[in-house]
């Protein structure tokens, strides 16, 4: 793929992403325009900092490193990524995901 391929074809992931959670969250996230020259997440939702990824070829920790990298004290990495013909997916650490569980009105 060339670099302009794959770069368009990474912006329309952020673009199918953001129109996701703006659907569901009823909110108006945009993509951030330049982030590929300051090694940037892609997406900025609240204090969750998120990096979109549309591969085929999965390297999640690379990207959970990449993410990692600009988070500021008190931001949550988060990785979104799609293969073809999957639905989308998040990783986060674990005591991310703990924090985000135990802000929730659960009846266990």
Same mark, same amino acid.
């Given at each position: 793929?060339?670099?302009?391929?794959?770069?368009? %074809?990474?912006?329309?992931?952020?673009?199918?992403?953001?129109?996701?959670?703006?659907?569901?969250?009823?909110?108006?996230?945009?993509?951030?325009?330049? !982030? /590929?020259?300051?090694?940037?997440?892609?997406?900025?939702?609240?204090?969750?900092?998120?990096?979109?990824?549309?591969?085929?070829?999965?390297?999640?920790? /690379?990207?959970?490193? !990449?993410?990692?990298?600009?988070?500021?004290?008190?931001?949550?990495?988060?990785?979104?990524?799609? !293969?073809?013909?999957?639905?989308?997916?998040?990783?986060?650490?674990?005591?991310?995901?703990?924090?985000?569980? %135990?802000?929730?009105?659960?009846?266990?």
């Amino acid at each position: 793929m060339t670099g302009r391929t794959s770069r368009n %074809k990474g912006a329309g992931a952020e673009r199918e992403f953001t129109a996701i959670v703006n659907a569901a969250l009823g909110t108006k996230v945009a993509r951030k325009l330049g !982030q /590929a020259r300051e090694g940037g997440d892609d997406v900025q939702l609240g204090n969750y900092r998120i990096e979109v990824k549309r591969r085929e070829t999965l390297s999640i920790m /690379a990207w959970c490193r !990449q993410v990692e990298a600009c988070c500021a004290e008190g931001e949550v990495p988060v990785v979104a990524f799609r !293969q073809n013909s999957q639905e989308w997916r998040c990783v986060l650490k674990l005591n991310d995901l703990l924090t985000l569980i %135990k802000g929730l009105d659960l009846c266990l």
